[in-house]
């Protein structure tokens, strides 16, 4: 596993942020976070799934993806749960079950939520923090209780060799 602070320049950093967190930016109410009626909910929007880029947002991860080695890219999926009275967990999960495949969580806020993996470790919610790590781990996203959002960028995808 990967963490890296200050992943982006500052300049990309904030046009993504400011783009992802302005009242016309298009997210959908998903009833279920890891697993269909799992009891949860967030809002997504898709960048990327089935080999089509599907966001108009798309140039604003651009910059990510020059950073990460990417071979082919499986799905890229923003994730923003809103905040709860607890450190609520979602069910533990992979996202994409695909052999030597990567996941990249990409944090654009900070806060007291996180991604907590299987063997225990939690990273926690910094803006412009990266964590990369074999898909196949499981692992889950932590609500926050001190911010209004906590939102992610999840990247899967294949490296290159």
Same mark, same amino acid.
């Given at each position: 596993?990967?963490?890296?602070?200050?992943?982006?320049?500052?300049?990309?950093?904030?046009?993504?942020?400011?783009?992802?967190?302005?009242?016309?930016?298009?997210?959908?109410?998903?009833?279920?976070?890891?697993?269909?009626?799992? %009891?949860?909910?967030?809002?997504?929007?898709? @960048?990327?799934?089935?080999? *089509? =880029?599907? +966001?108009?947002?798309?140039?604003? !991860?651009?910059?990510?993806?020059?950073?990460?080695?990417?071979?082919?890219?499986?799905?890229?999926?923003?994730?923003?749960?809103?905040?709860?009275?607890?450190?609520?967990?979602?069910?533990?999960?992979?996202?994409?079950?695909?052999?030597?495949?990567?996941?990249?969580?990409?944090?654009? %806020?900070?806060?007291?939520?996180?991604?907590? @993996?299987?063997?225990?470790? *939690? =990273?926690? +919610?910094?803006?412009?923090?990266? !964590?990369?790590?074999?898909?196949?781990?499981?692992?889950?996203?932590?609500?926050?209780?001190?911010?209004?959002?906590?939102?992610?960028?999840?990247?899967?995808?294949?490296?290159?060799?």
């Amino acid at each position: 596993m990967k963490v890296l602070d200050k992943f982006l320049d500052e300049e990309n950093f904030k046009k993504l942020h400011k783009i992802m967190l302005d009242q016309k930016f298009p997210w959908y109410f998903n009833d279920s976070k890891s697993e269909e009626k799992d %009891n949860d909910y967030q809002f997504v929007h898709i @960048f990327f799934y089935e080999e *089509k =880029i599907l +966001s108009p947002y798309w140039n604003y !991860i651009v910059p990510i993806l020059n950073h990460l080695n990417v071979e082919k890219i499986l799905r890229i999926k923003a994730n923003l749960t809103t905040k709860t009275d607890i450190n609520r967990k979602s069910e533990m999960h992979v996202d994409v079950n695909v052999p030597t495949s990567k996941t990249a969580v990409y944090y654009l %806020n900070t806060n007291n939520g996180g991604t907590l @993996f299987q063997n225990g470790k *939690k =990273i926690n +919610s910094e803006a412009n923090k990266i !964590i990369i790590f074999d898909s196949h781990q499981k692992h889950c996203g932590i609500h926050c209780t001190d911010k209004n959002i906590r939102l992610v960028i999840n990247f899967n995808y294949l490296e290159k060799k």
